[in-house]
Every structure is written in structure tokens, then in C-alpha cells.
């Protein structure tokens, strides 16, 4: 059985928080969206690639 460290990751988070604190740097949260393998931050990119993919598959059916 494996022994898994809460306070390790409590202490790291703290450590993470203290230098960004200290340095003034900013954590963000961003979407990302997933398309088959692909990873997109823009929606409309990843709408762009499930549109072409679209009208290929309907091309190669015709």
C-alpha cells in the first residue's frame, strides 16, 4: 500500500504560494479545449478543425 503525503503537498503548495507572493507572479486558469487528439485555447479553432474534418469525412463518403 502506497503512503500518500498531504502535508508534503500542503508544504509545496505553500512554498509555490510564498515565491509567488514574493516575486509578484500571478497564477491564471485557462480553458483548453480538447478535439479528438488536439488540445486548443481558442474555441473557435478547435471549431474550425471539427468543421474541415466534417466536410471531409462528407466528401470521402460521396
Known amino acids: 500500500m502506497e503512503k500518500t ?17 514574493r516575486y509578484g507572479i500571478i497564477r491564471a486558469s485557462i480553458d483548453v479545449y480538447h478535439y479528438k ?15 474541415r474534418d466534417e466536410r471531409a469525412a462528407k466528401k470521402q463518403s460521396k
Open 5 to 21: 503525503s498531504n502535508i508534503a503537498d500542503e508544504t509545496d503548495e505553500n512554498n509555490i504560494e510564498n515565491e509567488m507572493e
Open 37 to 51: 487528439e488536439f488540445r486548443y485555447t481558442n474555441f473557435s479553432d478547435a471549431l474550425q478543425q471539427a468543421k
